[in-house]
């Protein structure tokens, strides 16, 4: 069994899957159970500055969109940070340390944009012992139109001025929680980078409204007759998380930055995924309030398991995906490929047919018996067909082998060629005179 044991920024846990701050971290009795499930680490529930308690509503918190299966595909919530009090919290926090020595634990943090504030939560958790602070520049709702969370995150100054206080003010290792709620997330990590951040992570929940009440006229989760945004998470975000991931990953001012992977993390897969793109460890959250905390042991196992089929180490997996990912304009153009259907596999639904004719190029015919064939003369291998057919692998694209002609070009598939060198491009031609 492959070692999954990880040191993220010196925190120590003997597997790289921690449950990010939330509902299932909010307390002793939580983290403990979580800890007997085999999580590797927590980040406790966002604790804020000490005085009167956060309040929540008391109506419904969360929205939610759901596949044909009823599976849940995405989670909207208006929950602000812990409305615990911030001593039952540190004592807590103490108690679960003291215990379980090989896990990590890390405090989540929010309180107001000044440095008073900033230096006395830190003072406050100084003796728990945990093992980091993250810092939530994140959360999109209730707290940021309190200047808190996403208000911080969406100015790449601020998060600047606030990681060096932490850094000045604590000797813990320091985590910055990125908001994916900004048009770029390279301003934001790069200021972390600037601030001291130890590292940083992300995604943070996306600021949404996921469906809308028509007969009460109000976004849901509807309290009373009203309805705000929420945050948005799950497998669905897992798309949005794995680019920014790999754009903090990838580019020359914050490559090497460590990274924690959060967004839609629900199989050993999409951490493996993560960490691929450049995420040193992983962390979980609506996966864990829609299965429960078992999940994680087929994080392990998967996991464990296709590392030791790959031969690799968890350390050779991070990052290995981040060379391959490129702009556009790197793309091999003399790549070629067909759609292809295993007629054996086909039940004859029909989609790809009705998707290619009316919506894409008009290359796959249906024959008599409702039998579809794919023209190679027309298919410019969208694979659109791939991706609405019914059955797994039913179709595929087979790549034609170099000096093939494609017969839909009547040229000869080539050796590799980008649109840098293309002859249709203008500042191809410039760079060559
Ligand atoms: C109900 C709920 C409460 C959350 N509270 C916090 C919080 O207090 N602090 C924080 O940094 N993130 C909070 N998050 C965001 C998660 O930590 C995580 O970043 C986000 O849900 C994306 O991960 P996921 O797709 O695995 O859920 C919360 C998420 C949910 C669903
Ligand atoms: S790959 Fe695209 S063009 Fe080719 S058959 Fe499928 S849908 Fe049509
Ligand atoms: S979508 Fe798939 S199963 Fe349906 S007809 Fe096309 S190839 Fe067959």
């Known amino acids: 069994m492959a070692n999954l044991s990880s040191n993220f920024i010196g925190i120590k846990s003997p597997n790289p899957f921690w449950l990010a701050s939330a509902p299932p971290t909010d307390k002793k009795y939580n983290v403990e159970r979580a800890f007997e499930a085999g999580w590797g680490g927590v980040v406790w529930k966002t604790l804020g500055a000490e005085g009167p308690p956060i309040v929540n509503v008391s109506g419904p918190r969360y929205g939610a969109i759901w596949g044909a299966d009823r599976r849940l595909l995405g989670l909207n919530n208006i929950e602000l940070i812990t ?76 998060i600047e001025m606030v990681t060096r206080w932490v850094k000045q003010y604590s000797r813990m290792p320091c985590i910055v929680k ?71 990953a990838r580019h020359p001012e914050t490559h090497g930055m460590p990274i924690s992977g959060i967004g839609g993390v629900t199989t050993w897969r999409d951490a493996a995924e993560f960490m691929a793109l450049g995420a040193g460890n992983v962390q979980v959250c609506t996966a864990a309030m829609t299965y429960g905390f078992k999940i994680v042991q087929e994080m392990i196992s998967g996991l464990s398991q296709y590392l030791d089929e790959k031969q690799m180490s968890l350390d050779s997996l991070i990052g290995r995906a981040v060379p391959n990912f490129v702009e556009w304009q790197h793309l091999n153009l003399n790549y070629v490929t067909k759609a292809q259907i295993d007629q ?34 027309e298919c410019v291998a969208c694979n659109l067909c791939v991706n609405v057919c019914p059955v797994e692998d039913c179709i595929t694209m087979v790549e034609l082998p170099k000096g093939q002609v494609d017969p839909r070009t009547g040229r000869k598939v080539g050796d590799y060629a980008d649109w840098t060198t293309h002859p249709n491009n203008p500042m191809a031609a410039q760079a060559a005179e």
């Open 178 to 248: 990125l908001t994916p709620n900004v048009t770029s997330i390279l301003p934001p990590a790069m200021a972390a980078h600037r601030g001291g951040a130890d590292a940083v992570s992300l995604i943070n929940t996306v600021k949404s409204i996921t469906n809308v009440d028509l007969d009460h006229f109000s976004p849901f989760p509807m309290i009373d007759g009203r309805g705000s945004h929420g945050g948005y998470c799950g497998p669905a975000v897992k798309p949005i998380a794995l680019n920014m991931v790999a754009e903090i």
């Open 83 to 158: 409305d615990r009090p911030l001593e039952v919290n540190l004592q807590e926090i103490k108690e679960v340390k003291r215990k379980w020595r090989d896990r990590a634990l890390v405090i989540s943090l929010m309180v107001p944009c000044d440095e008073e504030s900033w230096k006395d939560i830190l003072k406050r958790i100084e003796d728990t012992e945990a093992d980091g602070v993250e810092l939530n520049f994140g959360c999109p709702h209730g707290m940021a139109e309190r200047g808190m969370g996403s208000a911080v995150g969406q100015v790449p100054e601020y």
């Open 344 to 377: 054996d596999a086909c039940i004859k639904c029909g989609r790809c047919y009705a998707a290619c004719e009316d919506t894409s190029h008009q290359a796959i015919a249906m024959g008599p018996g409702r039998t579809f064939a794919v023209k190679d003369e």
